[in-house]
């Protein structure tokens, strides 16, 4: 019985990020490089937006305290490290679909949270990727 209540939570989870920019394991970005950034807002609409990584987002944040610069790094904004860190493609993903959200949860946010946890392991692991500051 155990076992298939684990099975079904298992379907119920993976199928509730089907519709989302979907968890790319640790993808390293590089300065300056284009990437088409992919994600799932509150409606689980498929959003896409091609966009520079390292670079800051153009244009206004949804919640003004959304710190844009260093697009693609693996937490906040440029960091005390002055823009080194890790860069990948979730944590990408999670920068965009936070641009457009207006309020943030983390893990649990409602738009965001399932970027914010398909970047969890490129924020952990992602020393591969680290890139000196611009
Ligand atoms: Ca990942
Ligand atoms: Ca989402």
Redesign the pocket.
């Known amino acids: 019985m155990k076992s298939i209540i684990l099975l079904a939570m298992t379907l119920v989870f993976s199928s509730l990020s089907i519709a ?2 979907r968890n790319e394991g640790i993808t390293c970005l590089s300065d300056d490089q284009w990437v088409k950034a992919e ?3 509150r409606s ?1 609409a498929n959003q896409s937006q091609w966009v520079q990584a390292t670079k800051s987002i153009p244009g206004t944040p949804a919640n003004p305290s959304f710190d844009t610069g260093c697009l693609g790094r693996c937490g906040e904004g440029c960091g005390s490290d002055n823009g080194a860190g890790f860069y990948t493609k979730d944590c990408l993903d999670h920068d965009m ?1 936070a641009f457009y959200d207006v309020e943030f949860g983390g893990a649990f946010d409602r ?5 914010w946890r398909q970047a969890a392991d490129d924020f952990t692991f992602g020393q591969a990727c680290r890139l000196s500051s611009n």
């Open positions: 989302d920019g994600w799932g807002d689980n679909c738009d965001c949270g399932d970027e």
